[in-house]
C-alpha cells in the first residue's frame, strides 16, 4: 500500500465473515501493531485540502464543540502514539496481544484473560491501531481493534456486553450495570463510547479534544488556524499552544467539523519536533445511524465462551480480603493517596512523596546492582538541592525520582522537574 493512500473500508460489520477469515479481515487493509516504529511509516495525510469556509473565532469554534451533540456515527479511526518509551527487558511485543491468551493485570490470567476490555484497550498505549466504531445513543456502541491476522471487538447493547478475541476465539459476556442517573438505562462499559462527543476514552478525537480544551486556560494560545478536509468532510483548524516554555507539548491541532462540531481528527506535536507523539482521526466518518445488526453478537461456532459476571465474581471472591475497606478508601480520596500537584496549567507537575527508599544506588552486588545498571541505560543521574535522582525520559513525559523515593512527573522538562525537587526539599 503506498505510503499515504488510505485504506478503503466495507459497509457493514458482518460478523459470520469476519471472524472466521482471521488472515484477511474484511474492513479493509490494517495498519500492523509493530510498537513505536510503526509511527514512522506514515499515516493516512492530516489534511487535505482547504475548503473555503466562513470565517469563525477560536472562542466561537470552541463553543461549538461543547454544543455538539452527536449520538450516531460509525466509521474508521487511525491510532497512532509514539512517546518514544523504552523497550523494558523480558515484556512482550505488541504484536503479542491479539489471541495469546496473556495474563491479565496481575499476572494471572483467567479464563476470560484474552478477552477482557482492561487488556486489550491498554494496547493503545503505543504503536499504531486501527479502530472500526459505532455509536448509536447511551445504549448501543461497539469498537474492533483490527490487527493483522485476528481482531478484537466490545459490543455494548442494552443490558448486554460482548468481548471478543478471535485470536484466541473466546468470547467473554457480561452484563452492562443500569445507569441510575438514566432511569433504565445501561452504562456502557470501559473502553466503550458512552455517548458521543465523548469518545472511546482517550482514543477517538472527540475525547482527546475535550480534555484538551477543558485545559485550556490562561496558560494557554487558542486560535483558528485555516481549514482542512479530513475523512471527506470540511473542518476547521484549532491551533493550542502552552504559553509556559518548560511544556515539553509544542502544540495540539483539532480539525473540528465544521457542520456538527465534531473533532475529526487530533494531533499533538512534542516541542522536541518529529514525528506526532499522538496522532488520531478519522479515515472514514458517516453520521446517520448505524444499522441495527451493528450492534449484535454472536460467537461463532468452536468459540470458548466465558461468563464475566461469574468472573468478576469470583476475583471479588478471591481477592477480597486485599481490597481497601470503606474507611481506607475514604482516607485515599480525602488525601489523593499521596499525590499531590504543584504548578500549574501545562506545566503541573504531580508529586508522589516517597518514604525514604528511592531506586538501586548501583552499589549493590547481585540483583540490586543489575537494577541499577538498568536504570542507568534509561535514566538520567541528575542533582540538584534536594540531593540526586534519575529522570526518566519521554517525548511527551518525564519523571524525577529521587534517591529518598520521592516522585515527580509531568509533561515538562528536566530543568522544571529539578527545581520542582529544590523547591520542596
Known amino acids: 500500500m503506498p505510503r499515504n493512500e488510505p485504506t478503503q473500508v466495507t459497509d457493514g460489520w458482518d460478523e459470520g465473515r469476519s471472524l472466521k477469515r482471521r488472515k484477511a479481515v474484511r474492513y479493509g487493509v490494517p495498519v500492523a501493531v509493530a510498537g513505536v516504529a510503526a509511527a514512522t511509516i506514515g499515516l493516512v495525510p492530516a489534511f487535505a485540502g482547504s475548503p473555503d469556509l466562513p470565517k469563525i473565532s477560536a472562542q466561537d469554534l470552541i463553543a461549538k464543540v461543547a454544543k455538539s451533540d452527536v449520538q450516531q456515527l460509525s466509521g474508521t479511526v487511525r491510532v497512532s502514539t509514539d512517546l518514544g518509551l523504552p523497550s523494558l527487558p523480558g515484556a512482550g511485543g505488541a504484536a503479542g496481544g491479539f489471541g495469546g491468551g496473556q495474563a491479565g493485570a496481575g499476572g494471572k490470567g483467567g479464563d476470560g484473560a484474552s478477552a477482557a476490555p482492561q487488556n486489550k484497550l491498554m494496547e493503545l498505549a503505543s504503536g499504531a491501531h486501527t479502530l472500526r466504531v459505532a455509536a448509536d445513543g447511551p445504549e448501543k456502541q461497539r469498537v474492533s481493534i483490527i490487527d493483522k491476522a485476528a481482531e478484537y471487538s466490545l459490543v455494548h447493547n442494552g443490558n448486554e456486553v460482548w468481548a471478543y478475541d478471535s485470536g484466541s476465539n473466546t468470547a467473554m459476556h457480561s452484563t452492562a450495570p443500569e445507569d441510575g442517573r438514566h432511569g433504565k438505562q445501561h452504562r456502557a462499559p470501559e473502553g466503550l463510547p458512552k455517548g458521543l462527543p465523548k469518545g472511546l476514552k482517550g482514543a477517538t478525537p472527540q475525547d482527546l479534544a475535550k480534555q484538551a480544551l477543558e485545559a485550556a486556560g490562561d496558560t494557554t494560545s487558542v486560535t483558528v488556524d485555516g481549514t482542512a478536509t479530513v475523512a471527506g468532510r470540511d ?54 445511524k448505524p444499522a441495527a445488526s451493528t450492534f449484535s453478537f454472536t460467537p461463532p461456532k468452536g468459540a470458548k465462551v466465558v461468563d464475566g459476571d461469574k468472573e468478576a465474581a469470583k476475583d471479588r471472591r478471591e481477592h477480597g480480603k486485599n481490597l481497601p475497606s470503606h474507611q481506607d478508601a475514604k482516607d485515599f480520596k480525602k488525601n489523593k493517596g499521596g499525590l499531590k500537584v504543584i504548578g500549574k496549567g501545562w506545566t503541573s507537575i504531580a508529586t508522589i512523596k516517597g518514604a525514604g527508599a528511592g531506586l538501586p544506588s548501583g552499589k549493590e552486588q547481585g540483583a540490586g546492582g543489575d537494577a541499577a545498571k538498568f536504570l542507568d541505560s534509561i535514566g538520567e543521574k541528575v542533582h540538584g538541592s534536594f540531593g540526586s535522582g534519575r529522570v526518566f525520559s519521554t517525548r511527551l513525559v518525564n519523571a524525577l525520582v529521587t534517591d529518598h523515593g520521592t516522585v515527580y512527573v509531568g509533561a515538562v522538562d528536566k530543568q522544571a522537574l529539578i527545581d520542582a525537587a529544590d523547591a520542596a526539599k
Not at 522536541?272 to 458517516?286: F, Q, R
Open 235 to 288: 473542518a476547521y483548524q484549532l491551533l493550542i499552544k502552552p504559553k509556559q516554555a518548560a511544556s515539553t507539548v509544542g502544540s495540539i491541532r483539532v480539525a473540528v467539523d465544521a457542520a456538527n462540531g465534531v473533532p475529526l481528527k487530533f494531533t499533538l506535536t512534542p516541542k522536541s519536533g518529529g514525528a506526532a507523539a499522538i496522532d488520531v482521526g478519522y479515515t472514514n466518518v458517516d453520521f446517520a
